[in-house]
C-alpha cells in the first residue's frame, strides 16, 4: 500500500466496515437477547454452515482467485471489451451455478443435517433442517452481490460496496427484534433472507453504469474463461477444505453441552471484528493493485506494496489481540448480557475467546497472504496448504478433547494453532518463490508491535479490574467506562510506544486518518 490515494481508500473501507461490523454486533446482541445461548441459536448458527460453503466456494475462491486477476488483467491491459465477454460469461455460468445449488440445498436439507451438527437429534434436528431451508436463498442472493463487488472492485470501486453489508446485517437486526418474538429464530432467518435480498438489489444499482457491457452469452471457448476455470478449481478445492475445518470443529462442538456452539461462534465473531475492520480493508483494496503490479510485471513495486500491507496490518492486529485478552469478558458483558443472555453465557463465551485471540494475527496476515497467490495467478499452494490444515486442526481438536480438560476451549485453540502454522507456511514458501520478502523490516514490526502490546496489555487489565470495582456492572453506563476507559489509555500506551519504538507504521495510520479528514472536509 504504497501510495496516499490507497491509504485514503483503506481508510474509507476501514470506516464503512467498522460500521458494517458494528451493526454486526448489534445483530449478535439482538440473537443474545432476543434468543439468548440456547439450543434453538445452536440450530441457527449449524445451520449456515452448508450455505456459507456454497458461497465461499463460487463467490470467495471463483472471484479472489480467479475472476478478479484475469478481469483486472484485461482492463489493465486497455481490453475492456474482451474482459467484459469474460465477464459476462462468468458472471452467466455463476448464476446458473447457485440456482442449481440452492435448489439442490433445499430438496437435500435432510441429508446434509448430519454433516454440520451430527449430534443434534429429535426437535432440534428438525428445526436445523427447517432453518437450512430457508437461509439457502439468503446465500443465492449474497453470492450474487459477491459477484456484483468482484466487478466494482475491478474498477477500482471499494466503497461502496461496503454499504451492502450494513444493509444486510439492519435485515437480519429487525428479523430479530420484530419477528422473533412472534416466530421464534425463524423471524431472525427471515430477516437473513430479506437483508440478503437488499444488498443484492443496492450491489445491480450501483453497477448500471456498466451494464450496457453485460452480454447474456457464455464464450466457453474464451481463453479467459479457459484461464478462470483453471485457477478457480484448486482455488474452490483450497476454501472447501477451510469450511471442513469449520465442520468439522462444530461437528465436535455438537457433542458437548447445549449452547456451546453459540458460544464459539459469539467468540469467533468477536475476534474477527478487528480481522474484518483493518486486515480485510486493507487487503481488499491492495488485492487488485498488486494484480495489477503483477501483470505488468513491477515486482519491486509489488514486493513494497506486500511489505507493507503486511507490516500496517500486524501493526494494527497484534494489539487488537493483546486487548480481546485483557478486556474479553468486559467487551462480552457489555456487548451481550441482556435479556436471556445472562452471567454464566458470558463467562463461557470469554472462555472461548481467550483461545480465540491468539489467531487474530495470524488470520489477518493470511488475509494478506492469501491474495498474494491470488494475484501471481497461483492457486495452487492455498489447496497444498489448506490440506495441512485440515490435519493439524482436526488432529489437534482431537487431543485437546480427549486428553485435556480444555473442552470447547480446545476446538479454539486447535483452530488457533492451525492458522499460525498456516501463515508461517505461506510466508516460508512466497520467500523459496520470490527471495527477498523484505522479512526484516516485517519482524521487526512484529517484535516491536508484541512488547509494545504486552506492555498495554497489562496496564489494561489491571485498570479494568479496578474500573471494574468502582463502577456498578449491573448497568450498561457502567459496563461501557469498564470498557471504554481503558481502551482509550490502552490505544494512547500503544501508539506512545509506537513513536517511541520509532514503528513506520504509524505513519500510515497518520495516512488514513488525513485522508479521513480530507474526505470530511
Request: glycine share 8%.
Amino acid at each position: 500500500m504504497p501510495s496516499k490515494p490507497l491509504a485514503r481508500t483503506a481508510a474509507s473501507m476501514m470506516l464503512l466496515i467498522l460500521i458494517s461490523r458494528l451493526l454486526g454486533f448489534v445483530r449478535l446482541r439482538a440473537a443474545a437477547e432476543v434468543f439468548g445461548r440456547t439450543w434453538h441459536t445452536d440450530a441457527f448458527n449449524a445451520a449456515f454452515v452448508i450455505p456459507d460453503l456454497m458461497y465461499f466456494l463460487l463467490v470467495g475462491g471463483a472471484l479472489s482467485s480467479a475472476f478478479i486477476p484475469v478481469f483486472t488483467g484485461y482492463l489493465a491491459q486497455g481490453d475492456e471489451e474482451e474482459g467484459w465477454k469474460v465477464a459476462s460469461s462468468f458472471l452467466n455460468v455463476t448464476l446458473l451455478g447457485l440456482v442449481i445449488l440452492t435448489c439442490l440445498g433445499l430438496i437435500f436439507a435432510p441429508q446434509l443435517a448430519p454433516l454440520v451438527a451430527y449430534k443434534f437429534t429429535g426437535e432440534q434436528r428438525q428445526l436445523l433442517i427447517y432453518l437450512m431451508r430457508i437461509m439457502f436463498p439468503a446465500v443465492f442472493f449474497t453470492a450474487l452481490s459477491g459477484l456484483a463487488v468482484g466487478v466494482l472492485n475491478s474498477y477500482q470501486q471499494f466503497v461502496l460496496p461496503v454499504v451492502g453489508p450494513i444493509v444486510y446485517n439492519i435485515g437480519i437486526i429487525l428479523g430479530a427484534y420484530l419477528l422473533g418474538p412472534r416466530m421464534g429464530i425463524v423471524g431472525m432467518a427471515l430477516g437473513t433472507v430479506f437483508g440478503a435480498m437488499a444488498n443484492f438489489a443496492l450491489q445491480l444499482i450501483q453497477l448500471r453504469q456498466w451494464q450496457s457491457n453485460y452480454q447474456l452469452k457464455i464464450y466457453w471457448q474464451h481463453p479467459g474463461m479457459r484461464r478462470i476455470f483453471e485457477l478457480m478449481l484448486p482455488a474452490v478445492v483450497s476454501l472447501s477444505i477451510a469450511q471442513v475445518n469449520l465442520i468439522i470443529s462444530q461437528n465436535l462442538a455438537s457433542g458437548l453441552a447445549k449452547g456451546t456452539i453459540t458460544a464459539l461462534q459469539l467468540a469467533n465473531r468477536l475476534m474477527q471484528f478487528p480481522l474484518g475492520v483493518f486486515a480485510m480493508g486493507i487487503s481488499q483494496v491492495i488485492f487488485p493493485t498488486m494484480t495489477r503490479q503483477a501483470a505488468m510485471g513491477e515486482w519491486e513495486i509489488f514486493r513494497a506494496t506486500f511489505s507493507r500491507g503486511l507490516r500496517s496490518i500486524f501493526f494494527i492486529t497484534i494489539p487488537s489481540a493483546a486487548g480481546l485478552l485483557a478486556l474479553g469478558e468486559p467487551i462480552i458483558r457489555l456487548l451481550f448480557e441482556a435479556g436471556e443472555f445472562g452471567s454464566a453465557d458470558t463467562t463461557a463465551t470469554a472462555y472461548a475467546l481467550f483461545f480465540f485471540a491468539p489467531g487474530l494475527v495470524a488470520l489477518s496476515g493470511i488475509q494478506l497472504l492469501t491474495r498474494i497467490y491470488y494475484s501471481l495467478q497461483d492457486t495452487r499452494t492455498p489447496v497444498k496448504i489448506g490440506l495441512q490444515a485440515i490435519l493439524i486442526n482436526t488432529g489437534l481438536s482431537l487431543v485437546f478433547l480427549r486428553f485435556t480438560n480444555l473442552g470447547y476451549g480446545g476446538l479454539a485453540l486447535a483452530y488457533s494453532i492451525t492458522n499460525i502454522a498456516n501463515m508461517t507456511s505461506y510466508v516460508l514458501r512466497l520467500h523459496r518463490r520470490m527471495g527477498a520478502i523484505d522479512g526484516t523490516r516485517i519482524m521487526t514490526t512484529i517484535l516491536k508491535a508484541l512488547l509494545a502490546s504486552a506492555i498495554m496489555a497489562f496496564f489494561v487489565y489491571r485498570l479494568a479490574n479496578h474500573v471494574g470495582q468502582l463502577v456498578d456492572l449491573a448497568t450498561m453506563r457502567g459496563r461501557t467506562i469498564q470498557v471504554m476507559v481503558p481502551m482509550v489509555i490502552g490505544i494512547l500506551i500503544y501508539l506512545g510506544l509506537a513513536v517511541a519504538f520509532r514503528m513506520d507504521e504509524i505513519q500510515v495510520v497518520g495516512e488514513m486518518l488525513k485522508g479521513r479528514r480530507t474526505k470530511q472536509a
